[in-house]
Nanobody, 127 residues
């Protein structure tokens, strides 16, 4: 079982990126998913997540209104669309799953709950 994160790149401020988190060996439709990022010199933080497909999606304050999580069940992939990117969004982005669905709001999950992590994809926002 594994997660593969992709879609990062170098973009200019104001542009968009869609990150993808593709799962293999299990069905993403039945588990929660979190998107994290780690900027240089900073701790890793959760930026978007959902505990189950029926639960509300959480977005960190800085991404609210310009990001959205979506999924393609046929491709077993969850996406994070980020618009109006800012230099402060520069980081390595990871996707992860606790391999279960949860009713607890996902923004409160400790990182230890996330059992499976993708390898990270670099997002650089620079003019």
């Amino acid at each position: 079982v594994q997660l593969q994160a992709s879609g990062g790149g170098l973009v200019q401020p104001g542009e968009s990126l869609r990150l993808a988190c593709a799962a293999s060996g299990f069905n993403l439709d039945h588990v929660g998913v979190g998107w994290f990022r780690q900027a240089p010199g900073k701790e890793r933080e959760v930026v978007a997540c959902f505990g189950s497909r029926e639960s509300a999606t959480y977005y960190t304050e800085s991404l609210k209104g310009r990001s959205i999580i979506s999924s393609d069940n046929a491709k077993n992939t969850v996406y994070l669309q980020m618009n109006s990117l800012e230099p402060e969004d520069t980081a390595v982005y990871f996707c992860a799953t606790p391999m279960t669905s949860q009713t607890t709001p996902c923004q409160y999950y400790p990182e230890e709950w996330y059992e499976l992590w993708g390898q990270g994809t670099q997002v650089t926002v620079s003019s």
